[in-house]
């Protein structure tokens, strides 16, 4: 398998924990394999005006991918490449092993389940300017928004899409080129890489956008997806006799005190649903758990904490001018 070179690695990423991450491990290889095989030595050019976003399954559901769609266009970017991805416990697993490590298992186990729970919709832009200050991942990873409401100014794209609190955050951006191939990687299979990057080198569009409901958006609010809970705990006869009546009761008791400012135990509260035998509909599980689990860990650690900007900034990363291994041109890059 084809691996970047030294130099190469300078021109995906800006960070050298992320080189030798990635280097040690078989996804950005792949990437980088199925990228040079659609574009040889305009690979990591191409991707330097490039970007790439997966609207997860809680922007489907809360019909929030048309205006992410909107804010990245106001940026410059151009939508050239579409494909559904479905997650699995092991690639959500994958795709985050780097950056969970300070997530509490309770959000861990949401995140998987949330991921899993339907399609994503996997989309790759080409940067429509002619020249470039920073790569075009970096510049939208940097206007992507905290995960966290409270940090965000107001101007960014989880800020324009709603976001709630910070399990519900609609959308993944690629922060890096590097990110790029590994990410792809994960989510895509060989052939359709190279779909993805034969049309990020054209810059045309070869997959259209699939069609966007125009329904009402959904009432993402986890209070009151408690509440609907609780109503149709009450509401609903247990099916599995005395057992699941008193998981019914618990739930009862636990939905209490959350509405009271208790923190809920997302892997308890989902095995007591299971055992109540009542129909508890997945997304007000999931927006109860978004809104009352616990988010941290205690004393967990990411192993790439840092989306890679301020390496850009400090001149870390080789900003390409032109295309081909011979044109690198370093430069300390400035907004």
């Known amino acids: ?140 990873s940097a206007v992507k928004g905290s995960g966290h409401p409270a940090e965000r100014s107001g101007g960014e794209l989880r800020s324009a899409l709603h976001s709630p609190n910070r399990v519900l955050t609609f959308v993944h951006v690629a922060d890096e080129p590097a990110d790029i191939l590994r990410e792809t990687a994960i989510l895509l299979p060989a052939e359709q890489r190279r779909a993805l990057f034969t049309a990020l080198g054209t810059g045309t569009r070869t997959t259209p956008l699939p069609p966007l409901p125009a329904a009402e958006a959904p009432d993402l609010d986890g209070r009151r997806a408690v509440t609907r809970i609780i109503a149709r705990l009450e509401q609903e006869a247990p099916l599995r006799g005395e057992d699941a009546e008193r998981a019914r009761a618990r739930l009862l008791t636990t939905l209490a005190g959350v509405l009271d400012g208790r923190r809920l135990a997302w892997g308890p509260f989902r095995e007591a649903v299971a055992r109540s035998g009542v129909a508890v509909p997945l997304w007000d599980q999931l927006l109860a758990g978004a ?29 390409l001018s032109a295309p081909g291994g011979g044109s690198l041109r370093q430069r300390e890059a400035s907004r």
């Open 1 to 140: 398998m084809l691996s970047p070179s030294a130099a190469e690695w300078r021109q995906l990423t800006s960070q050298p924990v992320k080189r030798a991450v990635y280097a040690a491990e078989p996804c950005a290889g792949q990437g980088w394999q199925s990228a040079t095989e659609a574009l040889g030595d305009r690979a990591a050019w191409t991707l330097q005006r490039s970007a790439l976003t997966v609207f997860r399954p809680d922007a489907l559901f809360a019909q929030r991918v048309a205006a992410g769609l909107a804010y990245i266009a106001r940026l410059g970017l151009e939508p050239v490449f579409a494909a559904e991805a479905r997650f699995t416990g092991r690639t959500a697993a994958l795709m985050w092993q780097h950056q969970w490590g300070g997530a509490s298992p309770d959000r861990t186990a949401l995140m998987t389940t949330l991921l899993s729970s339907g399609p994503s919709l996997l989309v790759a832009f080409r940067e429509r300017a002619g020249t470039i200050e920073l790569p075009a991942p970096v510049r939208l």
């Open 291 to 319: 809104a009352h689990i616990p988010y941290d860990s205690v004393d967990g650690t990411s192993v790439i904490p840092d989306s890679g900007r301020r390496g850009w900034l400090a001149g870390h990363g080789t900003v």
